[in-house]
């Protein structure tokens, strides 16, 4: 890194390691353990799909994420300034700089896509509240909130939030936020799948994710998803310790059973699209669905209590996992900027909030957005996956990256360590990159 390299970390440290942990979960739950792992796990073998989800896992959080926590200390900065420090070894300082962009626009990307979809979620959980999405036609209420310019107030609400949050550095932004939100995002949705498994045929939903399906494991489907699950899960957490990060991410999979329930009953079959664009459709078609199903268990209890209760707890629910996830995408980026740019703190988020807000703003519309995350999770994020394995573990290479994994380390990090890096895990990110346009996404 030379000249761009600083000592410690400018935004703060966490206090502890529960903080630290629970910021993890925050980053790895997300929209995408809500809206993609139950439909995952419903499609492609229920329980059996968490046998190739956790092996791979597993593996992506043993090489992939060891990796790139040694090359964030080992170059002391963000993304930027680690992808120069690897070329750089090679005398290639100037390249890497400028690859190094890709990944960061791939998590500014997702920042901006994921923005839009939160304001849709505030207007909805404002609708719940004051009682305007009860009464008005479901269609109708979701179409004009995703529609150009559909969600504005909302959205700028969402974006200003998160700044806010991240202007008060890592221990006092993030970590306070996420102790806060991350249990109560647990606890509603536990509500929610207590509430779902009292409905009509929830038995058979609940018994469908418990009960595995052994074929499920010989369609080469099921293996391809769940490598895209936890690969992108993994790719939208912190950059600190390894061993926390897979964590976090593991502890995004008891989000998922919640979900699973809420999502795959209240959804029905209609639960099948994997592309962004259709996910976002379905999540407005959703909502009647949990409504019809709400009405039906409403037996003695007045109807619009009981929806209104519903929708509330469900937005919610959403909103604080959306939220947490997009604070943790904020840093990643406006930290690589500190480092780079030796911007302020405040400067950095100001820049990130405005290029979100102002981007976001015309990708309002549903098949706009959809496109756009679409673009975001196929091209700009599998690239950015690729250059960084390869930046590690073959341009600054194996023995460089080895004496940095070893620091601190009682015994040194095995032979098989590296072999797998090489082998498996690099050829596996080029394999996703491949796939994605094959399937046409699978994160």
């Given amino acids: 890194m030379g000249d761009k390299q600083i000592k410690g970390n400018r935004n703060g440290t ?22 993609m792992f139950p439909y995952r796990v419903g499609q492609y073998g ?100 995703s529609g150009s310019f559909g969600s504005v107030p909302w959205h700028v609400a969402i974006v200003v939030l998160v700044g806010l949050v991240l202007m008060f550095g890592v221990t006092k932004g993030i970590e306070k936020v996420s102790k806060v939100l991350m249990p109560l995002f647990f606890g509603l949705f536990l509500i929610l799948a207590v509430w779902v498994a009292f409905l009509p045929g929830a038995a058979e939903g609940y018994k469908f994710l418990f009960v595995p ?10 293996w391809v998803m769940a490598m895209g699950q936890a690969f992108f899960s993994l790719n939208h957490r912190l950059r600190h310790d390894r061993l926390r990060g897979v964590f976090g991410e593991r502890g995004g999979y008891p989000a998922g059973l919640p979900a699973h329930g809420i999502v795959r009953h209240t959804c ?16 407005r078609g959703c909502h009647p669905w949990a409504v019809a199903d709400v009405h039906r268990a409403a037996d003695g209890v007045p109807k619009d209590a009981v929806r209104q209760g519903f929708c509330r707890v469900l937005f919610i629910s959403v ?24 911007l302020g703190r405040k400067t950095a988020v100001l820049i990130c909030s405005a290029i979100t807000l102002a981007a976001g703003l015309f990708l309002e519309a549903e098949p706009r957005v959809g496109s756009w995350l679409d673009f ?50 690099v050829p596996l990110t080029v394999l996703i990159l491949i796939l994605g346009f094959i399937y046409k996404g699978i994160g």
């Fill in 376 to 425: 975001i999770t196929i091209v700009v994020v599998p690239i950015g996956a690729v250059l960084g394995a390869v930046s590690i573990y073959y341009v600054l290479g194996w023995d460089n990256i080895r004496r940095e994994l070893d620091e601190g380390r009682k015994k040194p990090v095995s032979r098989a360590f590296g072999q797998t890096a090489k082998l498996v895990y």
């Fill in 268 to 283: 029905g079959a209609a639960f099948r699209p994997c592309d962004y664009a259709r996910r976002i459709r379905l999540w």
């Fill in 213 to 222: 399906e052994w074929r499920a494991l010989l369609r080469v489907d099921t």
């Fill in 46 to 145: 229920g329980a059996a799909f968490l046998i190739p989800y956790l092996l791979f896992t597993f593996l992506f959080g043993w090489v992939g994420l060891s990796g790139e926590f040694a090359i964030g200390r080992l170059a002391r900065t963000g993304t930027i300034g680690s992808y120069e420090y690897c070329f750089a070894r090679r005398g290639r300082k100037k390249l890497g700089a400028a690859l190094s962009w890709i990944p960061l626009l791939g998590s500014l990307g997702i920042a901006i896509g994921y923005a839009v979809i939160l304001g849709w979620v505030l207007r909805s959980l404002a609708g719940s509240v004051t009682g305007e999405l009860l009464t008005a036609d479901v269609e109708a209420f979701f179409h004009q909130a």
């Fill in 14 to 35: 966490f206090s502890s390691s529960l903080g630290f942990v629970i910021a993890c979960v925050g980053s790895a739950v997300g929209l995408g353990n809500i809206w």
């Fill in 319 to 342: 909103a604080f996992a959306g939220i947490t996830s997009l604070i943790n995408m904020f840093e990643a980026v406006t930290e690589s900027w500190q480092s780079h740019f030796g």
